[in-house]
Each structure stands twice: as structure tokens, then as C-alpha cells.
């Protein structure tokens, strides 16, 4: 099937860069778009020999050179596909990556193989450092190999040096290092070797070699000539001069800092060399600390710098800082200092690295004014034009000039929040970042727009976040409203979970056959299932309209065994939120509310019981989200009707084991205690249409029956001849609390039927 959205290197001369030398680097930027093979000096290796799969549209594809070709690894430009591919296919720095494409006849056996490198006799550490990622979790991350030959580019020759049978790539850009100590005075090449099997794009970035300290996780700018580069640099204490030009136009010292005040302005000092041209510089400070400039952490930045001239830059500094962190300085020959990339690879120019020690940095402004939210309140505030202090917000090319309103919130428990903010009568935006600051991450990647119906999200029970209401540019004064809706617990009653991992992988599809994941049943309990909220990927813009539920006894853990009671079928969902998306499909949130099912537990031990679901929807592709965090004792399951029998995830797709992301939830009860036979207490039927029947050997005082939202909907109900008349009740599920003489209380649930 189709997947759906689910210079040259160089080689540096061994001069020492403060502790650190570049022996090798290369950043794909210079080789043509879509290359497969006469990568510089690269060597390249389709083993699997297999045609590859396509980036696609649903039926469209994105287009591009060696499309479904047999190739092994290419340089890939997401800018220039026709049309341009998505976000999760673009390079980590500048336009160009490596990519290797998942083979149609798995599972793939790709290399890609280095230039010859010589590493020095060293007591400093050698290090191959790279970046690396999955495209998507959807049909399983990527797998690779690290090997290392004495120089020979025969696959036979290499020896891998990464550990286990393989290394899965994350779908985020993640940096990985290997120590080439063992090789101190020999000439090697190293090679990548992809053995993904039936996933979809691996794309690497950022290799170099190094020689020293700097593996700080940082990119490594690279500059070739050795004309333009910085003479003198100053900042307060930091006074680094005559340095001359770094090894691959990179100086690491960070052995050299200075303190800062939070909320000040600087004035830094740069020397240029001898060289030609107009040159720009950039300095940004790492705030956050994550390893990478943002844009948002430019301090600093003047164009129009000409040899041997010495030049003023000012830095800003953020009144909400504080802290040790990174400084990163860059001058490069032609281009201007705002458009300069921190991890730029070009001809002529340098960057340098230092330390900066920032005090007395406290959140302020409009964090001073920020108003602790809690769950269920409506917090309501005016926004006015030309009043406030942040115009700017990460990830957002907007301006907002009116006043902003923070919100603090801190979620107590983990779980999925509906969000429901007004904009009012004008144009206000609303962001939700993870610390009071209009730099601060931004954990929507955008923004709520303010109307359209709420929104939802998922966060971390104790984590604390920030909506920020801001008032764009140009817009008049408005009152906004702001309210978060905690995850509702029904009480009593209990539940079990296995959580999302970040819409990790799926399995199906869901429409076709049928899919089943375990959960137990306590020791000497019983356990009523109530309702079944699981995560589905569907086909963009497809709709879940219902799905058949059944439930197996464990088979001495070997998958579904025994059904139990009859399959609840076409249940169609209570609620059915889309919570987020995965490449080109959609993925919901869908509860279903079930006639209730009761398991028993049993003596002494807890009981292993299957919940299997197959769904109707008018999606071409279906998937029940997995996760490769079991949280329970065994993986999902397949069944297979054409041999009547049920097959492990990892067995049908060769991949590791996957949890499905569900919760069940209902009603646990001691047997022999909470079935009440000690004194004498039943009711019935269950599920009930017209008339509840509550039998007790104690006089019953009381009768109170709620809603799963936890709203009384029966006060002191009567009870007549043990008989309460609930025909007025809309169908669904309730919570019974019946207090006994004595006060005694015994709580149950209840299905009322149409």
C-alpha cells in the first residue's frame, strides 16, 4: 500500500579549536536536489535492491526525482518537491537532508557510506556525531545501524559499533554520538546503515567528526575560506582577541563568559579580517537551554560590516532571564544579520561560542498581572489597543500591539482539557505556552483563534501552563472569557488506562478485522464495564460512526481466549473528538457508553480479560492508536478470520510489541461484600427502562442518583414498595447512592434504556 501522511563535505586540517577540532562535517547543503548517487565522496549501497514507496496526498503524491525508484539514500529537499512536502519531511538545518525511503519488499538494507576520514593520535575524545529522525510513528519507526570499516566501502568489511539489533529514531530530530577512540590513528569510514522494516522516510543531518570537547548538542556552523572571520570580539568580561580564523570556521569558548543583568541592553564589539564584501552578524543566547538559537533568542544583529572595520552591536537582554547559557556569534560574508542561520554552513565567515552568566532575571510585565485559573470558573478581562508590552509570540509571524492577560494553570491530574476562550467582539488570539513569556515555547506551534467551539488538549497532571490572551494588531478594545474544563472522573467507579505516547503508531485496520487489548479484572472483584474511550486514526476527514465491542477471557496469556456474554454492537460513540493529527490522518478521541457488562475477578488473583473492537466508518484506512510503553502484561492483539485465530501485534507486523491507548471504565466491587448478599441487598434489572427494583434487608433512608458529569438528577428519590420510577430519566448511564439505616451507604450504577 501506499504511505500516507500518517558544499562537498570537507574535511578540516587538524588545528586545534580550544579543546576542539572539526575533522569532518557536512550538512548536504551543497549537492544537487534528489541525488542518489555521486553524493561528493560519498558511497551509497541499495542492498534490498527494492522500489521505494512516495510521499502522498491521500491519491496525490508530492513529486520529485527517482519517485518509487530503487535508490538507497538521497538528497532530499522537502522545499522543492512538487507541491512542496510537509513540515515532517523537511531538514533539520537549512533545506537539504539525507533521506532513505522505506522499501516496498521490507525490509529495507540501505547504506550510505563515508568519505575516507583519518583520525589523530589523541588523548582527547573522538566523536561521530549526527542527527536523525522518523518522518512518522505511523507505520513504525525508523531502525538503524552505526558501523565502522578500516576504510574499505565492501558492507562485509564494517563492523557495528551501535548497540543491539538496531536503533529506532524518534520521530523529532535527535542527536546521537559514538566514541571513535578505539580508531585513534587509523583512516576510516563510517556508515548509517537503514534497516527500517515497512516505515516509511529516515532522514539524517548534521554530520561531523570531532576532535575534543563541544559535544554539547549544539549544531556546529561550518565556513571553508580562511579570509573572513572575526579578529576581536568583546562583551564586558568576555575580551577575545587575535584569535585568528577557527578550524572549519567554528571557535568553541565557552571557557570564556561574563555576567549580565536581566533587562539591560549591551554593547558588544566585533574586529572583522582582512577579506571582501559586505559582511552581516548575528548573536542569539540560548534561554531555554534546549540546545538550538530560536529566532526568538536573536539578540542582536548589524549588517553592512567591511574588512578590518570594528564595529558596536547591541544585545538585548530579556527582563525574564536569568541563569548561565550559551551565546552564539556568527559573521558571514553577504547576507544580512537577521536572515543569518546559527547553524549556517557557508564559504566565508566564523562563528564563535561563549558563555553568558544572566542576573537578576524575574518573570515581569504581564506575568506580574497573571490570574491563577481553576477548573470550572470563567475568568472574563478587557483588552485594549496600543497598551501592551509583548508584540511577538513564538512560532507566530503576527503582531499584537493591544494589552495581553496571562493565565496560569497547573493541571491536577493528566488528562485531556477542553479549553473554552472567547475573543469577543474583536480580533484576540490566544496562545498556551510552558512558562510566563512570549518566548517561552509554544505548545500549540499557533494559536486558538477565539471562536469556532472549544478547545481541546492534552496536559500533564502538576505540569504548570500559560494562556496568554493577547489583542492583535489593528483591532478595537473586546472582552475576552477564559475557562478550562478538568477531565471528568465519574465517581464512585474505577477505570484503567494505557496513555497516549504523542500518537506514536496505530494498528488496523480497525474496520476491517478486529482488534483487541488486555486489562484485569482485581482478586475477589468484579468489575462492571460501563464505557470504552479509545484513540482512533482515521483517513483525514472521515467520521467514526459506530463499533462492535466484545470482550474474551485471557488464554494463559496467549491473546483473546473465550468471548464473554454477548458482542455490544453498533454502539455508536457518545463523543467522538478529534484531540490531534498524524501526517494525513486524523486522530480522535471516542467514547462509547456500553450496556453494562459485568467481569468477574478471580479468588485470590487478578484475571485477565480482552476488550476487542471493530469500527464502521467511511475511512479508507483505520488504526486503534498504539504505544510501545506497555501498560499492561501483554501487547494487542489481531484476529485473523480466515484462520479463526488471534495473532500478536509484534508477530503479524515483525515489529516491537504496542499497548492500544484506551480507557475502560465502570464499576469495581468486592464479591461478596459490594453484591451485598452479607445483608441482604440487590437491584435489578439492569439495564432498566420505567421502574428500578432496590431489595434490602436495612430500612432504606435515602435514594440519590447522578449523572457521569456528577449532577444530581434524582433528590431523596421515593421509594415505594422497594420500587423508584426512573421512566423520566433520558437513556444512559447513572451512579445510585442508596443510604441504609444506620448509615450505611452502597453505591451502584445503573443503564437506563430507552
Known amino acids: 500500500m501506499k504511505k500516507l501522511l500518517f558544499y562537498i563535505f570537507t574535511v578540516f586540517a587538524l588545528t586545534s579549536v580550544n579543546a576542539q577540532t572539526i575533522l569532518f562535517q557536512d550538512g548536504f547543503e551543497d549537492y544537487e536536489d534528489f541525488i542518489i548517487t555521486d553524493i561528493g565522496d560519498w558511497v551509497t549501497n541499495d542492498v534490498d535492491g527494492s522500489i521505494t514507496y512516495g510521499i502522498y496526498n491521500l491519491a496525490d503524491p508530492y513529486d520529485f526525482p527517482h519517485f518509487e525508484e530503487p535508490y ?114 587509523t583512516t576510516i569510514r563510517f556508515a548509517i546503515n537503514c534497516v527500517s522494516n515497512d516505515a516509511w522516510g529516515f532522514l539524517v543531518d548534521d554530520i561531523s567528526v570531532q576532535e575534543g570537547s563541544g559535544g554539547s548538542g549544539y549544531c556546529i556552523p561550518a565556513f571553508t ?89 547591541s544585545l538585548t537582554i530579556p527582563a525574564d532571564v536569568s541563569g548561565q547559557h550559551r551565546l552564539r556569534v556568527i559573521y558571514q560574508y553577504n547576507i544580512a544579520g537577521e536572515e543569518i542561520d546559527p ?121 504548570t501552563y500559560y494562556i496568554i490572551a493577547d489583542l492583535f494588531y489593528p483591532s478595537t478594545a473586546t472582552t475576552v472569557t477564559v475557562k478550562v474544563n478538568c477531565p471528568e472522573t465519574p465517581e464512585p467507579g474505577c477505570s484503567q488506562s494505557t496513555p497516549s505516547n504523542n500518537f506514536e503508531n496505530g494498528h488496523g485496520n480497525l474496520h476491517l478485522l478486529q482488534v483487541a487489548n488486555d486489562f484485569t479484572v482485581g482478586a475477589d472483584e468484579s468489575f462492571t464495564v460501563e464505557n470504552l474511550t479509545m484513540n482512533i486514526i482515521v483517513t483525514a476527514g472521515a467520521t467514526i460512526d459506530a463499533a462492535d465491542i466484545y470482550f474474551y477471557k485471557d488464554t494463559d496469556g496467549a491473546g483473546p481466549g473465550e468471548q464473554q456474554g454477548d458482542a455490544v454492537e453498533f454502539v455508536i460513540p457518545t463523543t467522538a473528538d478529534m484531540i490531534g493529527s498524524l501526517g494525513n490522518y486524523d486522530v480522535y478521541q471516542a467514547s462509547f457508553d456500553i450496556t453494562p457488562t459485568e467481569l468477574e475477578g478471580t479468588s485470590g488473583e487478578e484475571t485477565t480479560y480482552w476488550a476487542g473492537v471493530t469500527i464502521y466508518t467511511d475511512a479508507t484506512s483505520s488504526f486503534w492508536e498504539g504505544t510501545s510503553i506497555l501498560n499492561t502484561e501483554n501487547e494487542g492483539y489481531l484476529y485473523n478470520s480466515n484462520t479463526d485465530t488471534w495473532n500478536s501485534i509484534s508477530a503479524t507486523f515483525d515489529s516491537d510489541p504496542f499497548d492500544g491507548v484506551f480507557t475502560i471504565s465502570g464499576q469495581c466491587n468486592q464479591l461478596g461484600v459490594s453484591d451485598m448478599t452479607s445483608f441482604d441487598f440487590a437491584y435489578y434489572p439492569n439495564p432498566v427502562k420505567d421502574v428500578l427494583n432496590i431489595s434490602s434487608g436495612k430500612t432504606i433512608e435515602n435514594v440519590t442518583a447522578y449523572n ?21 430519566l433520558p437513556a444512559g448511564v447513572y451512579v445510585f447512592r442508596v443510604t441504609l439505616q444506620g448509615g450505611q451507604v452502597e453505591t451502584f450504577k445503573i443503564f437506563k434504556s430507552k
Open 72 to 185: 538507497a539514500f538521497m538528497v532530499f529537499n522537502a522545499y522543492n518537491t512538487n507541491p512542496p512536502a510537509p513540515v515532517a519531511w523537511q531538514a533539520r538545518t537549512g533545506q537539504k537532508s539525507l533521506m532513505a525511503m522505506a522499501a516496498q519488499t521490507p525490509p529495507n538494507d540501505d547504506w550510505i557510506i563515508s568519505p575516507e576520514i583519518t583520525l589523530p593520535e589523541s588523548e582527547e575524545s573522538l566523536t561521530l556525531n549526527f542527527w536523525a529522525k522518523s518522518v512518522s510513528a505511523l507505520y513504525g519507526l525508523e531502525r538503524f545501524k552505526i558501523a565502522i570499516s578500516d576504510g574499505s566501502t565492501d558492507i562485509s568489511d564494517f563492523t557495528v559499533i551501535s548497540d543491539g539489533d538496531y536503533i529506532q529514531a524518534p520521530v523529532d530530530w535527535t542527536q546521537y554520538s559514538y566514541d571513535l577512540n578505539a580508531y585513534a590513528g
Open 225 to 313: 575560506a580562511v579570509t573572513d572571520f572575526i579578529v576581536n570580539f568583546g562583551l564586558e568580561d568576555i575580551q577575545n582577541n587575535d584569535s585568528g580564523q577557527s578550524a572549519g570556521g567554528y571557535g568553541d569558548y565557552t571557557s570564556m563568559s561574563t555576567d549580565l543583568n536581566a533587562d539591560q541592553v549591551y554593547t558588544a564589539t566585533l574586529t572583522s579580517s582582512y577579506g571582501s564584501g559586505s559582511h552581516g552578524v548575528a548573536v542569539w543566547i540560548d534561554f531555554d537551554d534546549n540546545g538550538t538559537f530560536d529566532d526568538s533568542e536573536r539578540v542582536g544583529h548589524l549588517d553592512g560590516i567591511y574588512p578590518d572595520e570594528t564595529h558596536d552591536i
Open 708 to 728: 457521569l458529569a456528577g449532577q444530581s438528577v434524582l433528590q431523596s428519590a421515593k421509594v415505594t414498595n422497594g420500587q423508584i420510577n426512573v421512566s423520566a
Open 343 to 463: 547553524c549556517a554552513s557557508a564559504t566565508y565567515g566564523e562563528a564563535e561560542d561563549y558563555m553568558v552568566n544572566i542576573i537578576g532575571g524575574e518573570p515581569g510585565g504581564p506575568c506580574d498581572e497573571k490570574i491563577i485559573m481553576e477548573c470550572g470558573e470563567t475568568y472574563t478581562v478587557t483588552l485594549v489597543p496600543n497598551e501592551g508590552e509583548w508584540v511577538n509570540y513564538t512560532d507566530v509571524p503576527y503582531d499584537y500591539t493591544g494589552s495581553e492577560q496571562v493565565f496560569e494553570f497547573t493541571a491536577p491530574e493528566t488528562g485531556t482539557y477542553v479549553f473554552e476562550v472567547d475573543e469577543g467582539t474583536s480580533d484576540a488570539d490566544f496562545f498556551l505556552m510552558d512558562a510566563c513569556s512570549n518566548t517561552a515555547t509554544n505548545l500549540l506551534g499557533w494559536y486558538w483563534v477565539g471562536y469556532g467551539g472549544p478547545d481541546t488538549i492534552d496536559l500533564v497532571g502538576g505540569t
